[in-house]
């Protein structure tokens, strides 16, 4: 079941400053340049989320538990 977005809507993700770990190493703790965005920015108060990805379309939702399960 899709869900209802407005065609405009758009979303960004901030742009995170390296630590003073991550600039002394030149990457983030576990050694990759991987970024972290918390899930609340993503979800945005709603318990699914569509994201595009390489012309697929994937669901990101949250379970009751607090787990996150993506799915094609």
């Given at each position: ?17 390296p630590?003073?770990?991550?600039a002394?190493?030149?990457?983030n703790?576990?050694?990759?340049s ?23 379309t ?9 787990k996150?399960?993506?799915t094609?």
């Open positions: 079941m899709p869900i209802a977005m407005p065609a405009s809507h758009t979303l960004s993700l901030p742009a995170r400053a630590t003073h770990t991550e002394a190493s030149g990457g703790a576990s050694g990759t991987a970024g972290c965005v918390d899930s609340t920015e993503i979800l945005r108060g709603q318990k699914a989320v569509e994201i595009n990805h390489n012309g697929s994937y669901r990101l939702q949250a379970t009751r538990l607090g996150l399960i993506l094609k």
